[in-house]
């Protein structure tokens, strides 16, 4: 799977959606599509964010968001946007008896 180097000003952010592994995690428009950018607040967490990046550009299937790209400076992963949030977070509401 082939992802495209996006250059930030090409994205419109619109609001915080919540907080990721490595950052803060924003609902934007890049090419006229709602994404989720995936940001990094540190350095120090540069490494396992690139991990994450080269997994993801690996991956197509239907139940997986979809990476679109990443921007290098700031560095951040741009990626199909789930209206109703991550697989963790939807299964986190069930209690198991």
Known sequence: MVFED??????????SVGRGTFGVVFKAVWRGKDV????????????AFLVELR????VSHPNIVKLYGS???????????????????????????
């Not at 989720?36 to 490494?47: L, Q, V, Y």
């Not at 997994?55 to 690996?58: D, H, P």
């Not at 921007?71 to 990626?79: A, E, H, I, T, Y």
């Open 55 to 58: 997994q993801l550009s690996r």
């Open 71 to 97: 921007c290098q400076d700031p560095v951040c992963l741009v990626m199909e946007y789930a209206e109703c949030g991550s697989l963790y977070n939807r299964k986190s509401h069930f209690l198991i008896l």
């Open 6 to 15: 996006i250059k930030f000003n090409d994205i419109l952010f619109e609001a």
């Open 36 to 47: 989720a950018i995936k940001t990094i607040e540190s350095d120090a967490e540069r490494n």
